[in-house]
């Protein structure tokens, strides 16, 4: 098994317990957290809150000649994060996971432009096969509205353009480095995230927030920082980073489902409108398990 394999798959699990409970339980069984166009702002915020001391706990050393970048690509992380989260209000969550795979294709382009990698034939058939099956299982995948389409490619150019950066780093520098210096990143796009009427208004609204449900969305990101430093473990060891997308994004669509699939079993009408189309949804598994197979060729 190739070494950025297994945290890819760690880290797919642990992003499909953040889309569950963020985009179900948030938003549906802890009603009074946030008004809807609120939630991202409010997501974000807290995000920020755990992202940024866990860098700092793990600073060491004076900062790599690559500081520059490292920033850029913890500014690029932190543009893929709100819009992901924003485009939650025009579109049904699983639906979303279908063009979050754009990630994969611009992360192609990125490493083409800046590392010159290229795709080997296997791998290309890996990402292919792996797209395809993140496709087919999902429903209607291509007819979200306008506004989260916008959001889905800002995303996806972001999440492409700090993929490849992180993967620059193969070889120079590890993982929980690569992860701490560009929380400074992070830090640095905050300021500019307040210019945005949501972030203001989210700000001002947190003090009447209830207790437990801004304690589940607290240990929600905790789960996300664990989450962000396996796939930054991936990023610096995976041979091309357009495959790890593929990998990271077709798994965590497929445990996702099933997390539905399960849930809908324990919870009366928890499943509405995400329980068809199972025969082909099997199919579609299968075809990203043939995926994973290529990938680790």
């Not at 702002?41 to 790599?64: D, K, N, S, Y």
């Not at 010159?116 to 999902?138: D, Y």
């Not at 300021?191 to 009447?208: C, D, H, I, T, Y």
Request: net charge positive.
């Amino acid at each position: 098994m190739p070494p950025w394999l297994p945290p890819t798959l760690w880290a797919a699990a642990l992003w499909s317990v953040h889309y569950l409970v963020l985009t179900i339980f948030i938003k549906k069984r802890l009603a009074g957290f946030a008004p809807g166009a609120l939630l991202p702002a409010h997501t974000f915020l807290l995000w920020t809150v755990t992202q940024i001391p866990a860098g700092m706990l793990l600073l060491h050393g004076p900062a790599p000649d690559q500081l520059p970048l490292l920033l850029l690509m913890g500014a690029l992380h932190a543009c893929t994060f709100y819009p992901f989260l924003s485009a939650f209000a025009y579109a049904d969550p699983i639906q979303l996971a279908g063009l979050a795979q754009l990630a994969a294709v611009s992360a192609m382009g990125w490493s083409a432009l800046l590392l010159h990698r290229f795709p080997t034939l296997p791998q290309g058939a890996a990402m292919a096969v792996l797209i395809l099956g993140t496709l087919l299982i999902t429903d209607k995948p291509f007819s979200p509205s306008d506004k989260a389409l916008q959001r889905m490619l800002l995303y996806a150019v972001s999440c492409g353009a700090y993929f490849t950066l992180g993967n620059a780093f193969q070889g120079k520098l590890a993982a929980q480095e690569v992860y701490a210096w560009s929380r400074l990143g992070v830090l640095a796009i905050l300021p500019g995230f307040f210019l945005l009427r949501p972030a203001r208004e989210a700000a001002a609204s947190l003090r009447r927030v209830r207790l437990l449900p801004l304690l589940i969305v607290l240990a929600l990101q905790a789960v996300v920082v664990v989450a962000t430093l396996l796939s930054y473990e991936a990023i610096v060891r995976s041979p091309h980073v357009a495959v790890m997308g593929a990998t990271l994004g077709s798994v965590g669509q497929l445990l996702t489902i099933a997390g539905v699939l399960l849930l809908a079993q324990l919870i009366p009408g928890y499943g509405a409108g995400r329980t068809a189309h199972l025969p082909r949804k099997a199919g579609a598994a299968l075809l990203i398990c043939a995926g994973l197979w290529l990938a680790a060729l």
